[in-house]
């Protein structure tokens, strides 16, 4: 399995340990990465273009489609909300006549895109095409004693249509398949598909606060040990406001909520340094839940 990696703009900046615990565990699932063929991609527009330029956003996206054409290989996005943006413009790009329009605009630097892109969120991947049990066969440090509760964000689940979960149900359910996997318990609480907040941050923070509080203290109230995402914009609304969010919603003390990235929590199961992973970088810090799991954050 050789992928183009679409990194996307935040694992490569406010969360590059994501992008670190991508590449390890990556390797030990037999996922080659290449790393350059979209070195030059741009980013997706994260939902935000779009609703203001729907055609710029395609464009953008188009242009990393061609990229990845251009160099014969399938696409693997480690953000849901690059997933989302992408899936949903690809899905409007499939017009053959907007396509050629579009593709003018991408003649000045050569490129043209035909239609045959079809980017993939790692998590999908590890499941349609790794597969759980190769997953399970691979795990050198089960975590049986751990409850996680899975948190998709919006972009991974809707809209459907264009994520092709009618041709997939498997998705649907694919965080929990995973964190079963590695040994874990899933924590069943009201967020799983709900929003993070990430999206109203700067027009109305209150609210979005608010989200924050209510998702990781429902998780943390039905014993989950940590949330584990598949989207870094999450990561960084769950885990960088936590503190503001308690205290904006008066809550007493700290709610001291661990959230992993997807791979982190893979990578542990499969003995992976937790300093590789930087969990030590986290702003609600790891190391109460790194000694229940006896290893050192």
Known sequence: M?????????????????YSSTLEVCRRLGIELDLMAMQSASCTGSGVLQER???????????????AEKAGLPIMTICSTCQGVMSQANVRLQD?????????????????????????????IIVEEVGIEKLKSL?????????????????????????????????????????????????E?????????????????????KMVATHTMDAKGRGADAMVTPCPLCHLNLDGFQPQAASANSTTGAIDM?????????????????????LNRHIVSTKNFLTELAVTP
């Open 2 to 18: 050789r992928y183009a990696l679409f990194p996307g703009c935040v694992s490569r900046g406010a969360c590059p340990e994501l």
């Open 53 to 67: 330029n729907e055609r710029l956003g395609d464009t953008l996206n188009a242009r990393n489609f061609a990229l």
């Open 96 to 124: 053959d006549e907007y396509r050629a329009s579009i593709n003018r605009d991408l003649e000045e630097e050569g490129l043209s895109y035909n239609g045959s892109a079809d980017p993939k969120h790692m998590l999908w």
């Open 139 to 187: 795990v050198t440090q089960p975590l049986p004693n751990m409850r996680f509760a899975p948190f998709y964000g919006c972009y991974l689940i809707r809209p459907s249509s264009a994520l092709g979960i009618g041709e997939h149900p498997e998705r649907e359910t694919s965080l929990e398949q995973v964190i079963e996997a590695v040994g874990a318990e899933v924590v």
């Open 189 to 209: 609480y009201g967020g799983t598909t709900a929003c993070c907040g990430f999206p109203i941050l700067t027009i109305n923070e209150s609210n979005s606060l």
């Open 258 to 278: 661990p959230i992993l990235h997807l791979p982190q929590m893979i990578g542990l199961a499969l003995g992976i340094d937790p300093k590789a992973m930087r």
